[in-house]
Structure formats: C-alpha cells, structure tokens
C-alpha cells in the first residue's frame, strides 16, 4: 500500500519567542526537521497557513501524517492565527501549553498564569532527560536561569536580557556606536568601536553567566546540574566548561513531554 496513515506518527512543535518562531517535527524518536524564522509584525491568516504549507512540502511531508501539533507561545497576539494556519493545513486542533495545562503537569509551577511556558517546558524537559536537580541556562531574546527539582518543582527563575538585547540596546540607543557581529573577541581589550562593544558585552556575559551559577549553586543544599540551551549557547565559548550537558532541543522536547502527559491525563 502506497500510503498508510500514522505508520510513525509524527509530532508538529511550534515555538513561538519574541525573536524567533521555530517549528521542528519529531518522528521515530528524534528532531528530523527544524525551521526557525525571525518573528516579524503579526502578518494575516494565510501568511501563515502559506508559510507552513511550504514547509512541509520543503521537508517532503504530508500533512495527513502528523498525528499531533503543541505550541508554546510567548507572543498572545500571534495564537489565533497560527491555532487556525495549523488547523488548515492538518486538521488538528493543536495544544497551547496554557496557564490550564501547566497547572495539571507533575511538577509544581508557580504561578502558571504569569510564567513563560517556554521555561515551563526548559524544566520539564530537564527534570525527565537530565536529572533531578537542575539549572537550565537559556540563551533566548531573554537569557535565563531556571532552577528546578523533582521534589519541590520549579523553585525560582532569574532573568537578564539577552545577548542580542544587550548588544541592540547599545546600537539603538547611541548614534555613534554600529550593530556588532555577535563574535566573542579575543581581547578583553577593545581595539575599535566594534571590538569595544563585541569585548564589554560578551565577554561581560561569560562574568555574568559565571557569577549567576555560582551563586544559585552557594545557595543550594546540593549540587545542580547545569544545562545550557538557546540558539547562542554556543558562541561564549569560555563557558563550555560550566555545562554538565548543552541541550539546543530542550524546549521542544519539553514542550513534546508535556503534550504527552497532558494527553494521557485527559
């Protein structure tokens, strides 16, 4: 038979961030496709049923095939239109991690109608991949550090702007200064106004992503381990040897686990 309908079924992710909308499927176990596109002003309907048609076809896909879709989205204006572009083009009604279905997961959340659920994910991800106790560091438009365990749940959350925020902050506010590569310079020392800034805000972040851990780990009773994920988690190379583990798909398989139990408990 040429054709045999959730033969592997297939789960459609879509991560809506403030920079970044990343849609990546999952099938027979593993991440096979990602697309990520820069979020852009909110565009009409079919801008965005077009956008993901093209890309199953991209990935040779056939929409029949996807079984389930889970959306977390920190961008509320984008939802509708996005719940309807995925409705048209495989006739699911997808799955929005909401304030609801973070409230009824097996890891206490505080306050689950104010919380990002792209971090609610981060932790749930971590807590059932990588262990018991962990800090996940994000590099997203944010840069944040979740702590979390299995027991008490997710304990605190401590949030600085990201790299790209910082360096745009510069370049936005000051007419002199450009928009600089994000480029870790050798140099603490800046030799021009490009290696000035790439020196004082990335090798200022190493500083901050160091001092952080050190002292959420002071205030622990045991160690944490540490988890690194975001797009830029690789470009403070420095940092490499703070990470017990650099996890690029924590979010998404968050987001999967928690389409899953949600699934079974209802």
Not at 50 to 67: P, Q
Not at 76 to 105: E, M
Not at 135 to 158: C, H, M, P, R, Y
Request: aromatic share 8%.
């Amino acid at each position: 038979m040429w054709h045999q309908t959730h033969l592997h079924p297939m789960t459609l992710a879509i991560d809506i961030g403030n920079s970044n909308i990343v849609i990546a499927l999952y099938k027979s176990g593993a991440w096979t496709n990602t697309f990520r596109y820069e979020t852009k002003e909110t565009q009409p309907e079919f801008y965005y049923e077009n956008a993901l048609r093209n890309i199953l076809l991209e990935w040779n896909i056939s929409s029949i095939d996807i079984s389930k879709c889970i959306i977390s989205s920190v961008v509320p204006d984008l939802n509708d239109v996005i719940r309807q572009a995925v409705n048209f083009t495989t006739g699911l009604n997808p799955l929005f991690i909401t304030a609801d279905v973070i409230k009824s997961l097996d890891l206490p959340i505080p306050h689950p109608y104010e919380i990002g659920s792209d971090l609610v994910a981060n932790a749930y991800a971590a807590i059932q991949l990588h262990g018991d106790h962990c800090i996940i560091v994000d590099f997203g438009t944010a840069l944040s550090f979740t702590v979390v365990n299995k027991t008490e749940g997710l304990i605190g959350v401590t949030i600085a702007p990201g790299l790209k925020t910082a360096l745009h902050s510069l370049s936005d506010k000051t007419a002199q200064l450009p928009v600089v590569p994000l480029e870790l310079p050798d140099s603490v020392i800046g030799f021009d106004t490009v290696t000035a800034i790439q020196a004082g805000v990335l090798w200022g972040y190493v500083g901050l992503v160091k001092e952080v851990i050190l002292r959420m780990q002071t205030e622990l009773p045991i160690p944490y381990k540490i988890i690194a994920t975001g797009g830029l988690s690789s470009i403070l190379h420095p940092l490499e040897s703070s990470f017990d583990v650099v996890d690029k798909m924590l979010t998404l398989d968050g987001m999967r686990l928690i389409h899953d139990y949600y699934q079974n408990q209802t």
